[in-house]
């Protein structure tokens, strides 16, 4: 199953899998608190003018829209939609909300949702086979209502594995939007919005059905429509006669007809039935949701024991990349490896020179790959595309490349799963250049296209990785992730490293950038997170023409592996350890002191892995 976001109305108009439609404030909240609150019957018009007339020719429908209606109204209030007569039918036509419902008509499945129903559409969501496009009312306004894009990206990180819908709302409540909204919406403002914002507050999954008259039939997923809307004349349906298997409809009460109104009895037996039918579908839920979860602790349990028995492998038998070669062959790996220079089999059992600072022209070492596919458990896709990109050919990446064990061996990692690389290389100053040497080493062997960006910005001196003058910390690796943001933060630089990809990745006409950022052993930098990762490529897919177009995929495939994990990736893949520079301090050997070093170290003791870079 792929979750992917819409973009287009078009896209919405000619979807033909799962569709779900959020409008977080609106139309999804109230459908919610209407179904939650036991209604039967609920119409979503896409016309006001079709609402209005279908009203005056039904009667005994109560009509809910915040738009200015000809006709008395009730506001698209999910709060006062919460406390109406459940008995009472109901037509609902929104501004931006039902529009989107109506368009997506041509997919197997609509839903709706938003926080309010957010773990429960998950759970749904998650049992489906077919895929799933999340689509943002907003689409269907003339202004950006963030709402709902936070909510989407949310929901479609929480069904990949990443992300939580608390961060979106807190996001979002310091947002203008949700300030204007507040001020300048009705006096049910305050209320709807709690209502809105309580995560999964509201349990239900509101499914739509399409009648043969045009207008959309709401009911609770998985259980049936009212079949007399579903054909569309109300008349008809009236003259119809009771099925065996639907028992007969309760008379509506008409204004001052006391011989039709429902005895106390039959009001008691329907409420009892309602709550009974209610408890039922939250416990089946209830079911689901946790064999879903069952599921994904399985998977989780079944990566570790792999991760275990690699690294136990690795402690017996420390990576010497000189004698774990892979010959040569004729598969997708093999191919990307031609591009550069094979070594003589004479000189398998050399080990590869450390390129110095002053070397003419280095002569390239072999690098071999692992023959398979490694994924990395803790890989994680930002925006764009769905996760599935492996099964893509064709493929082309941007890889933002330093020449460190990160860098490297996401470079490693992105041939391996059959991309097409070109390698990003951004030189700001930094005193450990050195890097840059590496950087160009390990792009010539590999044959990949190199680019080496100067950036000329005298402001990044505030930084000790950038003035050698200033002194790099020195403090225990224990004590680095207490230490706060240290002195070797650079102001903005994955900011301006993912600005850079973005624009070389518009340019060659690639669909994705591989970055190392990691949230587990790392110095505290703010630009290394999920949460700004996350921010990135959203940007970048609103401010792109690939992104706008087609989607970027951001892939982060060591965002939540140790370092240790990391390290025993790297030697899986074949990576070149010795290739690689990782210390702050630049020279001809790592310095053992700097927070890089440190955590280099900790990850090849921890892994039992060899770390070739010392020799």
């Given at each position: 199953m792929n979750v992917l976001i819409a973009k287009t109305v078009e896209e919405c108009r000619q979807w033909t899998e799962v569709a779900v439609v959020v409008d977080v404030l609106r139309e999804a909240t109230t459908l919610c608190a209407l179904l939650e609150h036991g209604k039967k019957e609920v119409l979503v018009f896409e016309s006001a003018q079709e609402a209005v007339s279908f009203v005056q020719e039904h009667s005994d429908f109560e009509i809910y829209s915040e738009l200015d209606l000809p006709i008395?109204?009730?506001?698209?209030?999910?709060?006062?939609?919460?406390?109406?007569?459940?008995?009472?039918?109901?037509?609902?036509?929104?501004?931006?909300?039902?529009?989107?419902?109506?368009?997506?008509?041509?997919?197997?499945?609509?839903?709706?949702?938003?926080?309010?129903?957010?773990?429960?559409?998950?759970?749904?969501?998650?049992?489906?086979?077919?895929?799933?496009?999340?689509?943002?009312?907003?689409?269907?306004?003339?202004?950006?209502?963030?709402?709902?894009?936070?909510?989407v990206s949310a929901l479609k990180d929480y069904i990949q594995g990443i992300g939580n819908p608390q961060e979106a709302i807190v996001e979002f409540n310091n947002t203008m939007r949700y300030g204007e909204f507040m001020k300048q919406f009705p006096k049910t403002a305050?209320?709807?919005?709690?209502?809105?914002?309580?995560?999964?507050?509201?349990?239900?999954?509101?499914?739509?059905?399409?009648?043969?008259?045009?207008?959309?039939?709401?009911?609770?997923?998985?259980?049936?429509?009212?079949?007399?809307?579903?054909?569309?004349?109300?008349?008809?349906?009236?003259?119809?006669?009771?099925?065996?298997?639907?028992?007969?409809?309760?008379?509506?009460?008409?204004?001052?007809?006391?011989?039709?109104?429902?005895?106390?009895?039959?009001?008691?037996?329907?409420?009892?039935?309602?709550?009974?039918?209610?408890?039922?579908?939250?416990?089946?839920?209830?079911?689901?949701?946790?064999?879903?979860?069952?599921?994904?602790?399985?998977?989780?349990?079944?990566?570790?024991?792999?991760?275990?028995?690699?690294?136990?492998?690795?402690?017996?038998?420390?990576?010497?990349?000189?004698?774990?070669?892979?010959?040569?062959?004729?598969?997708?790996?093999?191919?990307?490896?031609?591009k550069s220079e094979t070594v003589a089999e004479k000189k398998a059992e050399e080990k590869p020179a450390v390129p110095a600072a002053d070397a003419a022209q280095p002569q390239p070492a072999a690098v071999p790959f692992a023959k398979e596919k490694v994924v990395a458990a803790g890989e994680v896709t930002f925006s764009g595309k769905d996760s599935g990109f492996q099964e893509k050919k064709h493929k082309k990446a941007i890889v933002l490349f330093s020449g460190g064990l990160d860098s490297t061996t996401c470079l490693y990692w992105a041939l391996a799963h059959g991309y097409d690389c070109e390698a990003l290389t951004v030189s700001y100053?930094?005193?450990?250049?050195?890097?840059?040497?590496?950087?160009?080493?390990?792009?010539?062997?590999?044959?990949?296209?190199h680019h080496l960006i100067t950036l000329n910005l005298p402001w990044l001196s505030c930084c000790?990785?950038?003035?050698?003058?200033?002194?790099?910390?020195?403090?225990?690796v224990e004590d680095i992730p207490k230490e706060g943001i240290p002195s070797t933060y650079v102001p903005g630089r994955n900011l301006m490293f993912l600005s850079l990809a973005g624009s070389l990745l518009d340019a060659v006409g690639a669909e994705a950038i591989v970055a190392g950022p990691n949230a587990i052993d790392f110095s505290g930098y703010p630009d290394c997170t999920p949460a700004f990762f996350k921010a990135a490529a959203d940007a970048l897919n609103r401010g792109t023409k690939t992104g706008v177009s087609e989607g970027i995929e951001v892939l982060a495939p060591l965002m939540r592996l140790s370092k240790a994990q990391i390290v025993a990736l790297a030697a899986k893949l074949k990576v070149p350890f010795e290739l690689t520079w990782s210390c702050?301090?630049?020279?001809?050997?790592?310095?053992?002191?700097?927070?890089?070093?440190?955590?280099?170290?900790?990850?090849?003791?921890?892994?039992?892995?060899?770390?070739?870079?010392?020799?």
């Open positions: 008395a109204h009730e506001d698209n209030s999910p709060y006062l939609a919460s406390k109406s007569n459940a008995r009472k039918p109901v037509v609902l036509v929104t501004a931006t909300g039902t529009k989107a419902l109506l368009c997506a008509r041509q997919a197997s499945l609509v839903l709706a949702g938003g926080f309010c129903n957010f773990y429960t559409l998950a759970e749904c969501l998650a049992a489906q086979q077919k895929d799933v496009l999340l689509i943002p009312s907003a689409l269907f306004g003339t202004s950006d209502d963030v709402e709902d894009g936070l909510c305050s209320k709807d919005s709690k209502l809105a914002f309580k995560v999964n507050g509201l349990p239900v999954v509101p499914q739509i059905s399409f009648s043969k008259e045009g207008y959309g039939v709401c009911h609770l997923y998985g259980a049936p429509a009212p079949a007399q809307w579903l054909g569309g004349s109300a008349a008809a349906a009236a003259e119809a006669p009771v099925s065996e298997n639907r028992p007969a409809e309760v008379p509506v009460k008409e204004p001052n007809a006391e011989e039709n109104s429902p005895s106390k009895e039959d009001l008691r037996a329907e409420a009892d039935a309602g709550k009974e039918s209610l408890t039922e579908a939250k416990q089946q839920a209830a079911k689901r949701i946790k064999s879903f979860f069952n599921n994904i602790l399985q998977a989780v349990k079944e990566e570790k024991e792999e991760l275990e028995k690699e690294l136990a492998s690795s402690k017996k038998e420390p990576m010497e990349p000189a004698k774990t070669m892979a010959p040569v062959s004729d598969d997708l790996l093999d191919k990307v490896l031609k100053g930094q005193r450990h250049d050195r890097e840059v040497l590496a950087a160009q080493m390990i792009a010539r062997n590999l044959g990949v296209k000790s990785l950038v003035d050698k003058k200033q002194e790099l910390p020195d403090v225990p702050y301090a630049g020279g001809k050997k790592p310095c053992g002191h700097c927070d890089s070093c440190k955590l280099r170290a900790k990850g090849f003791k921890e892994a039992g892995v060899h770390d070739t870079a010392l020799d």
